[in-house]
């Protein structure tokens, strides 16, 4: 498994359950078919920057860092001056081209950037189409977009 699925894996399985220990993640992961070393767990907590925060139920679980609107903004600009090539818009629909591999980081950050915006977002490899909740909302993020450009 390349560490990006890995990384993706870890972070699904921070939000559905509680993991303490990083032996867990290895045994979890084991469950899953997936051969891992508590040494290469140890790596992929430090490259996620995972914190421990306090358990429901007492003691501490991994958990990751709480991004700011701010660091998503920035990360969220960072990648497109570098991955954007495109933007339209009709109606409530906005479909954004992005450089082939880049489309599923940029909904990501799309989707956390423009929330309350938002009915829905998905992509492929280098497309992402957004579902505005208003037909404003959308001319606004084509303009937001083209920004980019």
């Not at 790596?43 to 991004?67: C, F, M, N, Q, T």
């Given at each position: 498994?390349?560490?990006?699925?890995?990384?993706?894996?870890?972070?699904?399985?921070?939000?559905?359950?509680?993991?303490?220990?990083?032996?867990?993640?290895?045994?979890?992961?084991?469950?899953?078919?997936?051969?891992?070393?508590?040494?290469?767990?140890?790596?992929?907590?430090?490259?996620?920057?995972?914190?421990?925060?306090?358990?429901?139920?007492?003691?501490?679980?991994?958990?990751?860092?709480?991004?700011?609107?701010?660091?998503?903004?920035?990360?969220?600009?960072?990648?497109?001056?570098?991955?954007?090539?495109?933007?339209?818009?009709?109606?409530?629909?906005?479909?954004?081209?992005?450089?082939?591999?880049?489309?599923?980081?940029?909904?990501?950050?799309?989707?956390?950037?423009?929330?309350?915006?938002?009915?829905?977002?998905?992509?492929?490899?280098?497309?992402?189409?957004?579902?505005t909740r208003l037909e404003e909302d959308a001319?606004?993020?084509?303009?937001?977009?083209?920004?980019?450009?």
């Amino acid at each position: 498994m390349r560490k990006k699925d890995r990384h993706r894996l870890i972070t699904r399985l921070l939000n559905e359950q509680d993991i303490r220990k990083q032996e867990e993640f290895v045994e979890i992961l084991k469950n899953k078919g997936i051969s891992v070393t508590q040494a290469t767990i140890s790596r992929d907590i430090k490259e996620l920057k995972l914190i421990k925060v306090p358990a429901v139920d007492g003691g501490y679980r991994y958990s990751l860092p709480a991004e700011t609107s701010e660091d998503v903004s920035t990360k969220l600009e960072k990648l497109l001056k570098d991955a954007f090539v495109a933007v339209d818009q009709m109606e409530k629909f906005v479909i954004l081209k992005t450089l082939p591999g880049n489309a599923s980081a940029a909904a990501n950050l799309i989707d956390k950037r423009y929330k309350k915006e938002l009915f829905s977002i998905i992509n492929d490899d280098d497309n992402v189409l957004m579902i505005t909740r208003l037909e404003e909302d959308a001319v606004q993020l084509k303009k937001d977009f083209l920004h980019y450009l």
